[in-house]
T-cell receptor, first 110, second 115 residues
Framework: SQQGEEDPQALSIQEGENATMNCSYK?????LQWYRQNSGRGLVHLIL?????REKHSGRLRVTLDTSKKSSSLLITASRAADTASYFC??????????FGAGTQVVVTP | GAVVSQHPSWVICKSGTSVKIECRSL??????MFWYRQFPKQSLMLMAT?????????EQGVEKDKFLINHASLTLSTLTVTSAHPEDSSFYIC???????????FGQGTRLTVV
């Protein structure tokens, strides 16, 4: 069964705008990871945030984690058409097993 | 980052035949590998956890006799889809971790089409 719920399911924005997507989970985690997937392709790891961290940045990406609410958010700033993809959160247990959320499909129009 | 190689990247097979997918960690030893399946426009679903030198642990609802997993070495895990049917057509992807509390490294995935 899937651990995470993501919203929104789909997001359509214009280039230059920010995109925010949220992920909620149910059980305790070791870390939470965000991935990107272009249509029909493999996964690209974006960022990992550990359970004792609250915020992390990587380039135009900003991830927050609130373990008390069991939720995380991914913010993509100044979006580009190349950011069009599906984005998944995944929670990891202490063995490294990942449970993926349903994903958010992001479309960035020029 | 570490490299995980998955082969083949795509395969078409006839109903009733078996297909083997390989997942290799190229530059690290992976005591544990994971196999996922993804249907079109859906998320990745964990199928099983592959442990080197022992039996795989399957998620609920996954038929262990249909999806045979072998993890004979620290760098190789294989998934064999036995007696494949069209409903087994999917994107199969593996991942490996070299230690706890780090990112999982994913293979490129295998697109299986059963005709």
């Amino acid at each position: 069964s899937q651990q995470g719920e993501e919203d929104p399911q789909a997001l359509s924005i214009q280039e230059g705008e920010n995109a925010t997507m949220n992920c909620s989970y149910k059980t305790s985690i070791n870390n939470l990871q965000w991935y990107r997937q272009n249509s029909g392709r493999g996964l690209v790891h974006l960022i990992l945030i550990r359970s004792n961290e609250r915020e992390k940045h990587s380039g135009r990406l900003r991830v927050t984690l609130d373990t008390s609410k069991k939720s995380s958010s991914l913010l993509i700033t100044a979006s580009r058409a190349a950011d069009t993809a599906s984005y998944f959160c995944a929670t990891a247990d202490s063995w490294g097993k990942l449970q993926f959320g349903a994903g958010t499909q992001v479309v960035v129009t020029p | 980052g570490a490299v995980v190689s998955q082969h083949p990247s795509w395969v078409i097979c006839k109903s009733g035949t078996s297909v083997k997918i390989e997942c290799r960690s190229l530059d690290f030893q992976a005591t544990t590998m994971f196999w996922y399946r993804q249907f079109p426009k859906q998320s990745l679903m964990l199928m099983a956890t592959s442990n080197e030198g022992s039996k795989a642990t399957y998620e609920q609802g996954v038929e262990k006799d249909k999806f045979l997993i072998n993890h004979a070495s620290l760098t190789l895990s294989t998934l064999t889809v036995t007696s494949a049917h069209p409903e087994d057509s999917s994107f199969y992807i593996c991942s490996a971790s070299d230690r706890v509390n780090t990112e999982a490294f994913f293979g490129q995935g295998t697109r299986l089409t059963v005709v």
